[in-house]
């Protein structure tokens, strides 16, 4: 585990060092190519998470309409579908990571935000990138399911009836902040320091947590803890339910994303503090 180790003066140092805060705003981010290069992958990887994921949402329908000749116990079901959410995070993640992060989330970008692990110029081409990539996966399903995507809710997040707007918003703060919190611990330096293998295995936990906050609150808000992935199927299937709610499904995520930080950086980290420092100071 992490421990303290004796210097050369015989001064006590950590075994692991936390990164510096990043700068709020870092201009001469705009003049490399390696922002660029993250902003394409982050395109690419939520457009291949929504062509996936609704897909399967559509097949479902599709296999359980039992007025279509389907069968009712048919399909993937509400597992299947949580799976393909949580597979497609794991895969995702683990492809991108090195190169962007692997956010494939405006919740998850604006939470490392606030903890200052990106800059404000990276999560807003991010947050841009993220959603015309959602646009574009759930354009190519309506594309290549034209027959079926209108008919069976062009996989859009919209609050389930007999549920309350509160309950969805509270559904869609604590489903974001399991899956932010799980990010934030499976990226932390000091247990990377403390256990060599969590750097690989990090994409894990991550898809995993999608994975258990679909299986809880499908029934809820079909789950959006994604922002891109609502406003991609919004946009695409362009109906008047999906859109009356969507406002559920930014303001949750990002409140629980926001939650998380605070819980991870001022709470467990001492971190945190320099964040606030970071930020005291750039204003």
């Known amino acids: ?164 707007t509160g309950t969805g918003l509270a559904a869609e703060i604590i489903g974001t902040f399991v899956l932010v919190y799980t990010v934030f611990s499976a990226t932390d330096p000091k247990r990377n320091a403390r256990d060599s293998h969590v750097p690989v295995l990090a994409p894990l936990p991550i898809g995993f947590a999608v994975f258990m906050v679909h299986l809880a609150t499908i029934p809820i808000t079909g789950t959006g803890i994604n922002p891109a992935r609502s406003f991609g199927a919004a946009v695409i299937y362009n109906e008047s339910k999906p859109w009356d709610d969507h406002w559920i499904f930014w303001v949750g995520p990002f409140i629980g994303a926001a939650i998380a930080a605070f819980y991870h950086q001022f709470v467990l980290r001492a971190s945190g503090s320099k964040s606030l420092g970071s930020f005291r100071s750039a204003a």
């Open 1 to 164: 585990m992490a421990k303290d180790v004796e210097g050369a003066e015989g001064v006590t140092a950590r075994d692991y060092e936390d990164p510096p805060p990043t700068p709020f705003f870092d201009a001469e981010e705009l003049t490399k190519w390696s922002l660029y290069r993250a902003v394409i992958a982050e395109f690419v990887a939520t457009l291949l998470f929504l062509y996936v994921t609704v897909l399967t949402v559509i097949g479902y329908k599709i296999s359980s309409d039992t007025k279509a000749g389907g069968d009712e116990c048919g399909g993937v079901g509400i597992l299947g579908i949580s799976w393909a959410f949580g597979g497609m995070i794991f895969i995702l993640v683990y492809c991108t990571a090195g190169i962007s992060g692997g956010h494939i989330n405006p919740a998850v970008t604006f939470g490392l935000f606030l903890a200052r692990k990106v800059s404000l110029v990276r999560a807003v081409l991010y947050i841009v990138a993220q959603c015309l990539g959602a646009i574009c996966g759930v354009g190519f399903v309506k594309a290549f399911q034209s027959a079926y995507y209108v008919r069976y809710g062009g996989g859009a997040n919209s609050l389930a009836d007999g549920y309350s």
